[in-house]
């Protein structure tokens, strides 16, 4: 594993990805095969810390759902979209200003 010069992120081979998450090189092809991954630098075949966080989020969901390889390409996007949604309502709530009123007022 090196570090990557413009990039505060390591940068490691398809071997050393395969050593870091403990699972089977098949295991990791398949991912590949179903682009939950891929290589983050294709021209040289490697990966970067964004590429081993991912393998290491998918193991868990195959581990503890049983989830397999195309349900854990599925699971994954759907727990980025859950994602993206709480931060678009987090910048909504705070973009939008509260109006206070007092229903002592209307009575």
């Known amino acids: 594993m090196k570090q990557s010069p413009e990039l505060t992120d390591i940068i490691m081979s398809f071997d050393e990805l395969v050593s870091a998450c403990g699972q089977e090189p098949q295991w990791i092809v ?3 095969e179903e682009n939950i991954i891929e290589y983050d630098i294709p021209e040289s075949k490697q990966f970067t810390g964004y ?5 290491r989020r998918a193991a868990r969901l195959s581990r503890d759902f049983e989830a397999s390889v195309p349900a854990i390409g599925l699971i994954l996007e759907l727990l980025d ?5 709480r931060q678009f309502k987090r910048q909504w709530d705070n973009d939008t200003q509260m ?3 007092d229903i002592e007022t209307f009575k």
């Not at 590429?51 to 393998?55: A, Y």
């Not at 979209?81 to 949604?85: A, I, N």
């Open 51 to 55: 590429q081993l966080t991912t393998v």
């Open 30 to 32: 398949a991912l590949i």
């Open 99 to 101: 109006i206070e009123v």
């Open 81 to 85: 979209e859950v994602e993206q949604l």
